[in-house]
Every structure is written in structure tokens, then in C-alpha cells.
């Protein structure tokens, strides 16, 4: 006999479940389908569960004959990387400018470079090609990789600057002021070594929208050789070829394989760089 | 070991809303050895004065010499001081022993040995040996104090500067790590500057104390002193627990010097002898009373004593606070424990003349003490040059 307590944990349970399923059927259901054949994943007599002998790599392995798949990848690992570590390589100190020193025009600044991240980007593709275009970087990787990390840099900022005003306390570095070091080997021996998990939640999240970063990829590029994964896929999905949906949905899955696995690495870093307590 | 001495220091804080001078022509003069606490309400520039002094906040004006040296442009590294934190600020990523060896891996060039060494011996001091491989997160708040004051002690500076470093304890720990202070600076004997907002911890610790309001030198003394002379009201009010009395009176004069002091609801008759320092003019003071030399006495003589109703007796175990009415303001009075009034109940209070004070009401200074330099005349003359 189920007591009230009981039955309600149960109800929350299955309500869970639901909202869990509802969640996950549509990533099942892009997996299942890239692996399948092409007229198996468009056939309804597959099922929601394809026997085992259904299943073959087949699609993955077309990706790799068909497109230039292993130049997008490189191509998207290259300006994300690329674009992680520039745009950390700036927002670092410039974080830590803002979370620490008095300048004139402090806040105005701030402002401006968070206002940025609710900014409708797309309003400003035509000016940025124009510049783009001016400084001879359109349809070339290193356009791509600068317009990437200028896109994530206000993130970046905004998040480690958060983490240098609570996550280390001001009295650190003043003890070791004290103990011998001047403000720059401070920052760089004392605070920095503090400061890793919170560098590491703002690499992941500066990786995941550079790869997954779609409009500044597509406006500034047009040539196969520069192109990234996203907007690969996007031409795909676009070309006028039969539909095959097996090799989409396997596009797909290894489009996001590198980013899940990157936050795998790094999610042991994450908690405790976006909780504020320095490691 | 140092002389510390600071000229005229002055600190204005000035941002684009507004400009604050958080210390205003600080003159202090502090002996090698001498433990020196210097207390006040929250900003009163105590801390300010303390971050000047190790360098964390510039001078605005004025000079600070440690050893008879300018040190107002040099880096808190350079300045040979080690400095407490009331946060501790302990390196989270670092044992206990790479803590306390940090400063000295930075700042001298001694062996790993002579390190280890002293690390040993300061250890020892401060009780922590078994602590020296644990990071500071895994300490308690009394431990981590332990090794915050064990790091400022390896470093062997010419000045140990502390900011409220006891106010994250609990009391009774904080009272335990009071004595240790005041044992380790007699065993290692380096000047100390020691900033609290607690005038027990002044008091108990002190050789000296210099009192600060609104970033102005108020007092310097030994406890005794500030205790016995207050320079003025905010002194007498700051210093001692619970907080002196005071009443607003007129002083009626007889031709023979003595006088009366009258208030609302009493008088209370003076000799010639408490007022004869007084300039023959002054009629309003205002007159201050300890809560502890205040008795509780039916039969003492109405010229004497004050009458007033009982409002609240508290009860701490070895004593007993009563606050009482009188006139309208609270009255406090400190007895031994087995004098309880109830509540409600008229009691008739008196004091010894000698344990009066009186002071100017309008500008608060003192005017007369009741007893003038019984026991503090010694120090009275460093206070005259050096209180501002």
C-alpha cells in the first residue's frame, strides 16, 4: 500500500521520465537514422528499434567519399581552437582589468562589451563584410578565425570577470605583494594558477560558439577549402541532390561529437569555475 | 625591528561621485618593539592607515619612515613587513608549509634549509606542526589564523601589521588567540601595528593605543590612560564596556570654588578641588561616569546622589548591568552580582568625585578628570607630543 508520500515521489518519477523521453527520442532518432541505409531511414517498415542487421556505417563512410568532410572538420577545429585561445589571450587581463582596477571609462566599456552579447548579430553582417572585405580577409581562414574570437571575446569577458571580483578575494594578491611579488607576477603566479577552473568553463563555452557559430562562417566565406562543419552541413541540407537523411543525421552526429567531447574533458573544470570558488 | 614613524600622513580617497579624506595629517611615532593597536568605529581609517603603512594604499600626503627611512614610494615588497589579514589570505592552491614559505622563497635568497628551518620554529610557535602538508581549505578558522600569523612570523620582519586578523574567531577563541598574540610579540619583540575595532582587544593587548574617528587622531596612550583621561568625549564614549555615562548638567558655582552640578532630575555636589582646573566662565558641561564606579546605595547623602527607576537589570554571572532612566536617557550602572534591583524599582546611585569627568558640551573635549594623572602622569607627556 502506497502511502502519500510514496505515491507522489512515484508521479514525480514518471513525469520525469516523460519529459526525460521527450528530451532524448529526437537525439535517438539522429543517431538511428545515420545509421541506416538510405532507403531504410526514409522506409516505415524500419521501426522505431531497426533490427541489428538493418544497421551499417555505410552513410559515414559516404560523408568521407562524397564531401570534403575532413577539410570542414579541420577547418571548424581550427577556428575554434584558434579562436578560443585569442579571444582568452585578451579576455584574461581585460577581465581582470575590469574586475579589479579603477580606469576612467570602466563601466561605459563594460557595458558596451556585454551589450554586445545580446546584440542582434545579424544586424551587423553587411558592415562586418564590408570591413572584412576592405582588409582582404574575406574567404580566407584567418577571417574567420578574427571574426570568431571578436564574437566570443564579450563572453569571455563577462564570465571571467565575474569569477576574478568574487571567486578570488582581493586580500590574496595583496599578501602576495607583501610576500614579494609586484602586481604582474601576482596576477600571473598567484591569481592565474587560482583562476583555471573559471578559464577552463570560459574555453568551453568560447569552443562550443565558435564551432557551433554559423552566421559569421557563412557571410564571410564562400570557398569550399575555408568552409566549417556548421555551415557544411547547412549545404547539404540545402543541396538540391535527393534528400538522404542517413547522411545528414550522420553529419550530424559528428558535428557534435567533438564539442561533447570537449565538454567531457574539460566538465570537471566547469562546475567549479562558473560556482566562483577558486580551486 | 623598527622605529615607525608617520609625518602629516593623509589619504583622500577621490573618486568621480565624491572625494573622502579617509585619514587626515596622522602623526604617529612608534617605538622599535612597541605593540601599538589602533582602534575606532568602521571608517575611521584605521585599515586605511594600516594598507598605507604596507604599501597597498598610496600616501596622499605626508611621510612614512620605518627605521628612520622614506618608505612612502616603496613596494609593499621592499618595505620588510608582514602583514595579517583578517581573511587570512592564505594561498588556497599551497600546503601550510608552502604558505609560510612562500615569502621567503620570493624575498631572500636563503638555502631550502634555513627555509625549512624557520618554517620548523614558527610552526612550533604557533602550535601547527601537525598542519604543515594540509591545504587551508581543510582547516578550521582558528587553524587558518594560526598559520596567517605563523606566515607573517618566518618572514622575521622589521613591522607586523595586523587588520582585525582575531574578528573571524569566535569569542573564546578570540579571547585564547588574544594572549597568543601578546605572548609571541614578546617572544620575537618586533613592532607591531595591530588595527581593531574592539577596545577589549585594544586594552588588553596594547602598549599603546591610538584612537581614530573620521580619520582624525582622537588619542594615544597607554590603556591606562585612555581609560583614566580621555582627551574628549568620543574617547570616553569609545573606550570601556559598557560605555561611560553622560549627562548634561549646569554647573552653579559657591564662593568658596566648590560647586554644584545640576541636572534635570539631581544635583550632585563638587569641591573646589575638581573645579579649580575649570575657566571661571563655563556653566553648561557636560559630566561622564563609568557604569563601574557607580554604586547602588539607599543611604547615600541626596547632595551626592542621583534618584531614578530601574528599567532593565541584565544579568551576565560575575556582574550585574542595570539600566536605568534618568531623564529620559539610558543610565548605566555596573554592580556586583548579588545587587539586583527588580524593574521598576527607584534606587538611589552615587559615585565618587574622583571618578568624575567632565567635559566641554559643545566641543566635547575634556575640561577636568577627578582624578588627574593618578596613576598615568608617566605617560601623559607622550600623548601632548604626540597626538596632533
Redesign the interface.
Known sequence: MLNDNKRSRALLYVGIVAFALFAVVPYYWVIRTSFLTNIAAISPDTGFIPALGKLTVESYTQIWDRFAFVTFFRNSVIVSVAATVISLFFAIPGAYAFARL?FPGRKALFYTAVFTIMFPWIVLTIPVYEVFYFLDLVNTIVGVIVALSIFVLPQNIWLLQGFFRQGI?E??E?????????ELTAFLR?VL??SWPAVAAAALFAFLTAWNNFLWVFVLTTDEEVRTATVAIYYILGSDVLREWNVLMASLVLLVAPPVIFYGLSRRYVGEGLGGT?? | MARLELDDVTKVFDTSAETIIAVEELNLDIKDGEFIVVVGPSGCGKSTTLRMIAGLETVTDGEIRLGDERINEKSPKDRDIAMVFQSYALYPHKTVRENMAYGLHLSTDLDGEEISRRVQEAAEMMGIEDLLDKKPSSLSGGQQQRVATGRAIVREPSLFLFDEPLSNLDAKLRKHMRTELSRIHAEVGITTVYVTHDQEEAMTMADRIVILDQGKLQQIGEPKEVYHEPVNRFVANFIGSPSMNFVDVELERNSDGSGTLVGEDFSYDVSSRLLQPLDSGTTEVEFGIRPENVTIDPDAPTEKSIETTVDVVEIVGSDNFIYLDLAGEEFRVRTPSEIEPSEGETVRLTFDEDDVHLFDSASGESLVHGLPGADVSATAEQSDTTAD
Open positions: 579603477d578575494p586580500n590574496i595583496e599578501a602576495a605583494l607583501i610576500d614579494g611579488h609586484n598567484i594558477p587560482l577558486p580551486g
